[in-house]
């Protein structure tokens, strides 16, 4: 049997058919094609915060990117440009709680990383140009940038890409504290882009886009640690 791995979903106005502006649960489908490719079973998950029975019937959890996760999760204010959704972040940090005591296989991506930064006591830089100085991480509405990327020596990030890569990007927000994780991926510019947990089976979080990218690599490792079984 596949590996079962729930993605994080958006909640979101969407058309499709002869249906206009409706409200919708949905998510890329290239979330959906990595996890099919690397020989796991997908099912979506919607922000739902009534509590996460679900995971009993998961092998893994991956936390898929969107809009920005609310500053009061690690107890900040909003500032400009902030654009939250409450419900994704109430469910889905129901969901990783869970997931960490129950030591289910975890990946995030771009907001899934900032979510796992958020739940291990880290915090956010809420507008990465005031920080940086520039706009290469989200070059242009809907375009993706690239970058290089260095990894740490000994991290599992290295282990799945080697020791230097370029990955793309597409977000406005970044990690500045990891918390209790462990950083082990960053930027040209010193941004921190991979975290992990070295005493966790597996959890492992990436401000970039694998999925966009069609890079199996994460998402194989991810499927992998899912199908191992106690």
């Given at each position: 049997?596949r590996?079962i791995?729930?993605?994080?979903s958006?909640?979101?106005?969407?058309s499709?058919?002869?249906?206009r502006d409706?409200?919708?649960d949905?998510?890329?489908?290239?979330?959906?094609?990595?996890?099919t490719?690397?020989?796991?079973r997908?099912?979506?998950?919607?922000?739902d915060?009534?509590?996460?029975?679900?995971l009993?019937?998961?092998?893994?959890?991956?936390l898929?990117?969107?809009?920005?996760?609310?500053?009061a999760?690690?107890?900040e204010t909003?500032?400009?440009f902030t654009?939250t959704?409450?419900?994704?972040?109430?469910?889905?940090?129901?969901?990783v709680?869970?997931?960490?005591g129950?030591r289910l296989?975890v990946?995030g991506?771009c907001?899934?990383?900032?979510l796992?930064t958020?739940?291990?006591?880290?915090?956010?830089h809420q507008?990465?140009?005031d920080?940086?100085?520039?706009e290469?991480?989200?070059?242009?509405?809907g375009v993706?940038g690239?970058?290089?990327l260095?990894c740490a020596?000994?991290s599992?990030?290295?282990a799945l890409l080697g020791?230097a890569a370029?990955?793309n990007t597409?977000?406005?927000?970044?990690?500045a504290?990891p918390g209790?994780?462990t950083?082990t991926?960053?930027?040209d510019?010193?941004?921190?882009e991979?975290v992990e947990d070295?005493?966790?089976?597996f959890l492992?979080?990436v401000q970039?886009?694998?999925?966009?990218?069609g890079?199996?690599r994460?998402f194989?490792a991810?499927?992998n640690?899912a199908g191992?079984k106690?």
């Open positions: 049997m590996p791995i729930g993605i994080t958006y909640r979101e106005p969407a499709w058919g002869i249906w409706t409200a919708a949905l998510i890329p489908h290239t979330y959906v094609r990595m996890v490719e690397a020989g796991g997908a099912v979506l998950l919607p922000p915060d009534t509590d996460a029975d679900v009993r019937v998961l092998d893994g959890l991956l898929a990117g969107g809009a920005d996760i609310g500053p999760l690690y107890g909003p500032a400009a654009d959704r409450p419900d994704r972040d109430a469910g889905e940090v129901a969901l709680t869970a997931a960490i129950a296989p990946l991506v907001r899934g990383m900032q796992l958020a739940v291990h006591g880290g915090r956010l507008h990465l140009p920080v940086l100085g520039h290469k991480h989200r070059p242009a509405p993706f690239t970058h290089g260095r020596p000994g599992r990030i290295e020791a370029e990955v597409y977000h406005h927000q970044g990690v504290d209790r994780l950083a991926g960053w930027a510019d010193g941004l921190i991979a070295p005493a966790h089976p492992l979080g970039w886009h694998p999925e966009e990218a890079d199996l994460l194989a991810l499927v640690a191992i106690d």
